[in-house]
T-cell receptor, first 110, second 115 residues
Framework: NAGVTQTPKFRVLKTGQSMTLLCAQDMNHEYMYWYRQDPGMGLRLIHYSVGEGTTAKGEVPDGYNVSRLKKQNFLLGLESAAPSQTSVYFC?????????FGPGTRLLVL | GNSVTQMEGPVTLSEEAFLTINCTYTATGYPSLFWYVQYPGEGLQLLLKATKADDKGSNKGFEATYRKETTSFHLEKGSVQVSDSAVYFCALANAGGTSYGKLTFGQGTILTVHP
């Protein structure tokens, strides 16, 4: 039981490049979330999903897209990366009161 | 909308000192309240929670009481250890007692404990 895993762990992009961050959970959770963590700002919700095939916008969705084609996976895409998207990205999932977090992906956009 | 405010950090303590990290919130209805902890290089882990007024959450020697009258959920520990060095986040979830809905986080407080 791996819990919540994220790939990659670290990535460097040039402005304008695209990439996809993968989140996978093996706990059969319905709800999944993508957050970004920036210094002094806590975690902010980017997008979330309440079930396979559904997604919704969070607090800071601009510049990101998501997909939930399979229940266990939640993908976060950056179509055209910008330096403002340099951050640490966390995925989380839940079926109850507690959200379970992945280890994070550190993204640097030059 | 919902908001969470934590005391400014960083906080630096000596081992066995008393810890308090203040957290106040603004929310409609009756949110659930949480403290999450993030150890260096890791994701967040739930430390404790409380789902209704006057509830006390506790875990690993940490405690926090849900105070509706002061809209607060302060984290305390009587004697900190070096291993408690981490970032602590206060958070709330939409009314209903679950975090199915979105979590709103405070900005985080960095705690460093020296031997």
């Amino acid at each position: 039981n791996a819990g919540v895993t994220q790939t990659p762990k670290f990535r460097v992009l040039k402005t304008g490049q695209s990439m996809t961050l993968l989140c996978a959970q093996d706990m059969n959770h319905e709800y999944m979330y993508w957050y970004r963590q920036d210094p002094g700002m806590g975690l902010r919700l980017i997008h979330y999903s309440v079930g396979e095939g559904t997604t919704a916008k969070g607090e800071v969705p601009d510049g990101y897209n998501v997909s939930r084609l399979k229940k266990q996976n939640f993908l976060l895409g950056l179509e055209s990366a910008a330096p403002s998207q340099t951050s640490v990205y966390f995925c989380a999932s839940t079926n109850s009161e507690t959200q379970y977090f992945g280890p994070g992906t550190r993204l640097l956009v030059l | 909308g919902n908001s969470v405010t934590q005391m400014e950090g960083p906080v630096t303590l000596s081992e066995e000192a008393f810890l308090t990290i203040n957290c106040t919130y603004t929310a409609t209805g009756y949110p659930s309240l949480f403290w999450y902890v993030q150890y260096p290089g890791e994701g967040l882990q739930l430390l404790l929670k409380a789902t209704k007024a006057d509830d006390k959450g506790s875990n690993k020697g940490f405690e926090a009481t849900y105070r509706k009258e002061t809209t607060s959920f302060h984290l305390e520990k009587g004697s900190v250890q070096v291993s408690d060095s981490a970032v602590y986040f206060c958070a709330l979830a939409n009314a209903g007692g679950t975090s199915y809905g979105k979590l709103t986080f405070g900005q985080g407080t960095i705690l460093t404990v020296h031997p």
